[in-house]
Each structure stands twice: as structure tokens, then as C-alpha cells.
């Protein structure tokens, strides 16, 4: 008895020369890049700068645990999260609404227009939108606030609209061909759909966020950055290990929060 020939295995796609070319140009890059830096590994590894480092270490021990002086790391930390949440919470609804036409649903001019202003809005550094707010704002944590907003809004903008581009089209067109408005079936189809992930991209933001805004600080933007910055320019480093490890404790806990909303979510 005669047996069914199997299906055949897929042969995978031979790597063109356009593959072949840019991975040898990356290649080169990373030589050129090494040849080119002038990198002292040999002095970082010395005695002498592995005793200076030790030295420099010392002086952060023991932290400061005074009860006065950890009243005010907790309402720097607390100054500090408000920032992260509020600049990330902004972001998202602001974000929302430029990736629609992004993801091209209002025409190929608006996508193209809103792309490059998401792309503006996501190429400048947190830091550096901080200290032209500053200008502006003044010192303190609204401008540390809007830096993370306006940054937060390229970044998420970008990827709502590409989850949005690779959402199922189906569903939503099965709705408008049933005389469904448009905004309707967006609502009930293709934002459903979409919710997950982009609350997976708004977490991980605001993850980031919080480390961003311990540091925008160091330009005056408030919170535990501006208070390290203090002591660190006094060279205060008992005080100083303090704030640093209010701020590991407080990037622990929002990774902790964030690991958990998002397991809830996958389930």
C-alpha cells in the first residue's frame, strides 16, 4: 500500500546581498566605533583609580537617617511619582488622539504630518525639553511635568498608531457595513482589540518615567533629582546615598506595580 508523499518542509529565503552588505556595514561601524574612541581600559582598571573609587565610595556611608531629613526624601518621592504619573497619564490621552490620524485613518497628508511631530516630539531628550521649559515654567516640578508630557506624547503616539495600523480590520468594517457610525465601531472593535497593548506601552512608560523624572531634577525640575543634586554639589554624600536609594526603592516598587497590572491584564 502505497503511502501519501509528506508535505514538504519550507525552505527558508536565502539572505539577499542587500542583508549580507548591511550587516558587514553595522560590522564595520562597531570596529570603526572601537578604533576611534579613545578608550583607557587599561587606566579604569589601575590601582590607582580602583583606590580612588573605593575612597569615593566610602564617603556615601552611613546614609543619612535623620527624621527631619527623611521627611523630605518622602515628599520628594512623592513630588517625584505625581510627576511620573501626571506627564504619563497626559501622554496617553494626548497620544491617543494624534495616533489616530498617524495610523492614517484621517489620509496619507495627516499621517505624514502627525508622524513627523510625533517624531519631533520623541527626538528631543526629557532633559532638554526640561530646560527649555524652564524658561517658562520656572524651577520646580511643572516643568519637569510638561518635559515628560511632551516627551512621553512622540513615544506613545508612535505606538498606539503602529497598533492600531496591525489591528484586525474586520471586525470594524463589519460593523460599517451594517450601517454601524464610525466612531461606534471604533469604540466597540478596533479599540477593544488594541486596549491591552497599549496599556502595556503606558506601563512601561510610566516605568520609564519614573526614573526620567529622578533625574530632570539635576536641572531643577524638582523632585529626588534636585534634592541629589543639592547634596552632591555640596558634597553631602551621606545625604546624597539617602536620596539614592529612596530612589532605587521608589524604581523597584513602580516595576513591582507595573510587572503586576500587566499580568492582571494578560489574563
Known amino acids: 500500500m502505497m503511502q501519501k508523499p509528506s508535505a514538504a518542509m519550507p525552505i527558508p529565503p536565502k539572505a539577499g546581498w542587500s542583508t549580507v552588505l548591511l550587516l558587514l556595514g553595522i560590522l564595520l561601524l562597531i570596529v570603526a566605533s572601537f578604533v576611534s574612541l579613545p578608550l583607557k581600559w587599561r587606566d579604569f582598571f589601575s590601582q590607582d583609580a580602583i583606590r580612588t573609587s573605593i575612597e569615593f565610595l566610602r564617603g556615601f556611608s552611613p546614609p543619612e537617617l535623620a527624621p527631619a531629613f527623611l ?3 518622602a515628599y520628594a518621592t512623592l513630588e ?3 510627576m511620573s504619573a501626571i506627564g504619563t497619564l497626559l ?3 494626548f497620544g491617543l488622539l494624534l495616533s489616530l490620524p498617524a495610523s492614517g485613518r484621517f489620509g496619507m497628508s495627516a499621517r505624514v504630518l502627525t508622524r513627523g511631530i510625533l517624531n519631533v516630539l520623541r527626538s528631543i531628550p526629557e532633559l532638554v525639553w526640561a530646560a527649555i521649559l524652564l524658561i517658562a515654567a520656572g524651577l520646580g516640578p511643572f516643568a519637569g511635568t510638561l518635559a515628560l508630557t511632551i516627551h512621553t506624547i512622540g513615544v506613545l503616539g508612535r505606538l498606539f498608531a503602529d497598533t ?3 489591528c484586525p480590520p474586520l471586525p470594524e468594517s463589519s460593523l460599517r457595513i451594517n450601517g454601524t457610525h464610525p466612531v461606534a465601531a471604533f469604540l466597540y472593535a478596533t479599540l477593544p482589540q488594541s486596549s491591552p497593548q497599549m496599556m502595556s506601552y503606558v506601563l512601561y512608560r510610566w516605568e520609564n518615567n519614573i526614573r526620567a523624572a529622578a533625574i530632570l531634577g539635576v536641572v531643577g ?3 529626588l533629582g534636585q534634592m541629589l543634586k543639592y ?4 558634597f553631602q554624600m551621606q545625604q546624597a546615598a539617602s536620596v539614592i536609594i529612596a530612589m532605587l526603592g521608589l524604581v523597584c516598587a513602580v516595576d513591582a506595580i507595573s510587572f503586576g497590572l500587566r499580568r492582571v491584564m494578560t489574563r
Do not use: D, Q, V, Y
Open 231 to 234: 547634596h552632591l554639589s555640596l
Open 164 to 166: 492600531l495600523e496591525n
Open 221 to 223: 525640575a524638582g523632585g
Open 71 to 73: 521627611e523630605k526624601i
Open 80 to 82: 517625584t511619582l505625581a
Open 91 to 93: 501622554a496617553a490621552f
